[in-house]
């Protein structure tokens, strides 16, 4: 044959056989990747096409090391199922085979961390060729629920670098989670007044535990502003988000603005009150001092307070609220003015008077007070008049006494002042008649009577009695409109009458007591009970007597005879007709006078 022809020939039959060899090799193919949760169970198809059965393929699994290097775990073809001892998956692999299908499922249970690696399904066919897939399997892990905390300290606006806001912390995710700090629902972006710093920690578990930190340049928009962090985490097929709570943080900034109030009492003051008063800047700035100026005087507040006690009218005026900045130096102020109302004491003129009876009495009564006032007089405790002149015509007895005036301002309660009016009305004395003058006691009783005498000047009290006698007086005091005198007198068994004499320069009066003495009623019937007693008892010794039946008499028998005089029983009888004392003897016989 032809050496072209040949080789022509020769070229066609391996065109023919490398064609057909194409179109003949075994096919396999894989997803990119299997997502699976750890802890869960993974499956890893691998799909394969060959004209040649399953008895003639031969199937084995892979891993990839991170090395690159591949790590055999399964083996399988017609004869034989082997599963690779000492991997990783030895104990967690199961292979199914659905020639049917063309489909080999490698089923991974308790999928790990480390277990996020890519795998190799090969398939050989006798005739066919080989031919192999490759899938990585991820792994995902939700994290723990994000935290947050914010600095506890305050925060000026003065500071010159940026100050640290908070931080934020997810714990064991997998893969990495992501933390975005957030700023009243707007997310924050570094820049020159914003600083995040991040840090990841690869927990013994394999998991990814995260935190960031937030500084800032603070103004004073930021004293209302809250702060969160929101945490983004990968999970199969999709993405997740959660967030943390909410913080503020205290911002300190200083005033624009100052201002100061009374806070107590609230209304019109009065001296005596006590004034507490309230200054506070719009700002918050711990190194700001506040005082309160009053003229020349200068008060430090405590709280945003300060109380001045038992104020005067002295200091009404105007009250400054001075603010310092202390880091800058800069002064604020704001005023506010107070008035102290007053009442000054009441002046009555005169302030004691003298008016004979029948005479008009006229008096007045003041007091200065910034507010309109009311006054009153009262006697007793009862309002006899409304106005600053008290005028009494006629005057009498009863005129006279003690007037109170009192002022008041209607419009603060308790605000008053009072003065008094000694009112003396002349005349002859005049005793006031008691209930009672006549009068009747026992025998030995002290007696207490008192006359009450009215009349100016104070009337000179004497007591006497019927025949002259100057009784010594217990006591004498002098009333509103006069004396009241008191004696003590004892009660005999003869009537008394005592006197009580009044007397001053524009006349006199008396008055009798009459005190009736009085026995006593018990006495006498006892003493007449006594001598019933007596008779009936004389009477019963004669009976007796007469019949024998005393000392062992029989018939007439003198008893004198044996008996000696300290046996003779006497009764003493008295009789309203006789003075004579007749003495009885035992049997009631008359006793001679020799023997009384």
Same mark, same amino acid.
């Given at each position: 044959?032809?050496?072209?022809?040949?080789?022509?020939?020769?070229?066609?039959?391996?065109?023919?056989?490398?064609?057909?060899?194409?179109?003949?090799?075994?096919?396999?193919?894989?997803?990119?990747?299997?997502?699976?949760?750890?802890? !869960?169970?993974?499956?890893?198809?691998?799909?394969?096409?060959?004209?040649?059965?399953?008895?003639?393929?031969?199937?084995?699994?892979?891993?990839?090391?991170?090395? *690159?290097?591949?790590?055999?775990?399964?083996?399988?073809?017609?004869?034989?199922?082997?599963?690779?001892?000492?991997?990783?998956?030895?104990?967690?692999?199961?292979?199914?085979?659905?020639?049917?299908?063309?489909?080999?499922?490698?089923? +991974?249970?308790?999928?790990?961390?480390?277990?996020?690696? #890519?795998?190799?399904?090969?398939?050989?066919?006798?005739? $066919?060729?080989?031919?192999?897939?490759?899938?990585?399997?991820?792994?995902?892990?939700?994290?723990?629920?994000?935290?947050?905390?914010?600095?506890?300290?305050? +925060?000026?606006? /003065? #500071?010159?670098?940026?100050?640290?806001?908070?931080?934020?912390?997810?714990? %064991?995710?997998?893969?990495? @989670?992501?933390?975005?700090?957030?700023? %009243?629902?707007?997310?924050?972006?570094?820049? $020159?007044?914003?600083?995040?710093?991040?840090?990841?920690?690869?927990?013994?578990?394999?998991?990814?535990?995260?935190?960031?930190?937030?500084?800032?340049?603070?103004?004073?928009?930021? =004293?209302?502003?809250?702060?969160?962090?929101?945490?983004?985490?990968?999970?199969?097929?999709?993405?997740?988000?959660?967030?943390?709570?909410?913080?503020? +943080?205290?911002?300190?900034?200083?005033?624009?603005?100052? /201002?100061?109030?009374?806070?107590?009492?609230?209304?019109?003051? =009065?001296?005596?009150?006590?004034?507490?008063?309230?200054?506070?800047?719009?700002?918050?700035?711990?190194?700001?001092?506040?005082? +309160?100026?009053?003229?020349?005087?200068?008060? *430090?507040?405590?709280?945003?307070?300060?109380?001045?006690?038992?104020?005067?009218?002295?200091?009404?005026?105007?009250?400054?609220?001075?603010?310092?900045?202390?880091?800058?130096?800069?002064?604020?102020?704001? %005023?506010?003015?107070?008035?102290?109302?007053?009442?000054? /004491?009441?002046?009555?003129?005169?302030?004691?008077?003298?008016?004979?009876?029948?005479?008009?009495?006229?008096?007045?009564?003041?007091?200065?007070?910034?507010?309109?006032?009311?006054?009153?007089?009262?006697?007793? *405790?009862?309002?006899?008049?409304?106005?600053?002149?008290?005028?009494?015509?006629?005057?009498?007895?009863?005129?006279?006494?003690?007037?109170?005036?009192?002022?008041?301002?209607?419009?603060?309660?308790?605000?008053?002042?009072?003065?008094?009016?000694?009112? /003396?009305?002349?005349?002859?004395?005049?005793?006031?008649?008691?209930?009672?003058?006549?009068?009747?006691?026992?025998?030995?009783?002290?007696?207490?009577?008192?006359?009450?005498?009215?009349?100016?000047?104070?009337?000179?009290?004497?007591?006497?009695?019927?025949?002259?006698?100057?009784?010594?007086?217990?006591?004498?005091?002098?009333?509103?409109?006069?004396?009241?005198?008191?004696?003590?007198?004892?009660?005999?068994?003869?009537?008394?009458?005592?006197?009580?004499?009044?007397?001053? #320069?524009?006349?006199?009066?008396?008055?009798?007591?009459?005190?009736?003495?009085?026995?006593?009623?018990?006495?006498?019937?006892?003493?007449?009970?006594?001598?019933?007693?007596?008779?009936?008892?004389?009477?019963?010794?004669?009976?007796?007597? =007469?019949?024998? =039946?005393?000392?062992?008499?029989?018939?007439?028998? !003198?008893?004198?005879?044996?008996?000696?005089?300290?046996?003779?029983?006497?009764?003493?009888?008295?009789?309203?007709?006789?003075?004579?004392?007749?003495?009885?003897?035992?049997?009631?016989?008359?006793? @001679?006078?020799?023997?009384?």
């Amino acid at each position: 044959m032809d050496v072209r022809l040949s080789a022509s020939l020769l070229a066609g039959i391996v065109l023919l056989f490398h064609g057909f060899t194409a179109w003949a090799m075994v096919e396999v193919s894989m997803e990119d990747r299997v997502e699976v949760f750890k802890g !869960d169970t993974a499956q890893i198809t691998c799909m394969f096409t060959s004209d040649d059965g399953i008895g003639a393929l031969t199937i084995q699994w892979f891993y990839v090391l991170r090395t *690159g290097e591949k790590q055999k775990i399964y083996y399988q073809d017609a004869t034989m199922q082997v599963v690779d001892r000492g991997t990783p998956f030895t104990d967690r692999i199961m292979v199914n085979v659905t020639a049917a299908t063309g489909e080999v499922v490698l089923t +991974i249970a308790d999928v790990q961390i480390k277990d996020q690696l #890519e795998f190799i399904c090969l398939v050989k066919s006798l005739t $066919d060729g080989v031919s192999e897939g490759r899938t990585r399997l991820l792994v995902f892990e939700r994290p723990d629920f994000p935290t947050i905390e914010g600095v506890q300290t305050g +925060i000026s606006v /003065h #500071e010159d670098t940026l100050s640290k806001i908070g931080s934020c912390e997810v714990k %064991n995710g997998f893969p990495k @989670p992501n933390i975005t700090w957030y700023r %009243n629902n707007a997310p924050l972006r570094v820049s $020159d007044v914003v600083k995040v710093m991040p840090s990841t920690t690869t927990e013994s578990s394999g998991l990814f535990s995260v935190s960031s930190e937030l500084s800032l340049k603070v103004t004073k928009e930021d =004293k209302d502003a809250q702060f969160y962090c929101e945490v983004t985490y990968l999970v199969p097929g999709g993405t997740r988000m959660t967030e943390t709570s909410r913080i503020n +943080i205290t911002v300190y900034y200083p005033s624009t603005a100052v /201002h100061v109030w009374v806070e107590s009492p609230k209304g019109k003051i =009065k001296e005596g009150d006590s004034i507490t008063f309230n200054c506070h800047g719009n700002g918050n700035s711990p190194s700001s001092v506040y005082v +309160i100026r009053h003229e020349d005087n200068e008060y *430090g507040l405590e709280s945003n307070m300060v109380v001045l006690k038992n104020v005067t009218r002295l200091q009404s005026g105007l009250y400054e609220c001075i603010s310092t900045d202390m880091e800058t130096f800069e002064d604020l102020s704001g %005023n506010t003015t107070v008035f102290v109302n007053y009442l000054d /004491h009441a002046v009555v003129l005169p302030t004691n008077m003298e008016v004979a009876q029948g005479e008009e009495l006229t008096a007045t009564c003041n007091a200065l007070s910034s507010l309109q006032t009311h006054t009153a007089w009262f006697k007793d *405790g009862r309002e006899v008049l409304v106005g600053h002149t008290l005028t009494m015509k006629d005057a009498t007895f009863d005129t006279a006494g003690t007037y109170k005036c009192v002022v008041t301002v209607p419009e603060i309660d308790g605000m008053e002042t009072m003065a008094n009016l000694r009112v /003396h009305v002349k005349g002859a004395p005049k005793i006031i008649k008691p209930e009672q003058t006549d009068l009747e006691e026992s025998v030995a009783n002290m007696v207490d009577l008192t006359c009450h005498v009215r009349g100016f000047p104070a009337p000179s009290v004497i007591w006497t009695t019927r025949d002259g006698k100057v009784l010594e007086t217990t006591s004498q005091t002098e009333t509103e409109d006069g004396v009241q005198s008191v004696v003590s007198v004892e009660v005999t068994s003869e009537d008394l009458t005592a006197f009580c004499n009044a007397s001053n #320069e524009y006349g006199a009066d008396a008055l009798a007591f009459n005190i009736k003495a009085k026995s006593s009623g018990v006495i006498i019937a006892v003493i007449i009970i006594c001598i019933l007693l007596l008779a009936i008892l004389g009477s019963v010794l004669y009976f007796l007597y =007469k019949k024998g =039946k005393i000392c062992g008499r029989s018939g007439k028998q !003198d008893l004198t005879k044996e008996k000696s005089s300290k046996d003779n029983i006497v009764v003493e009888m008295k009789s309203d007709n006789t003075e004579d004392a007749i003495l009885l003897g035992v049997n009631g016989e008359k006793l @001679p006078p020799s023997n009384q």
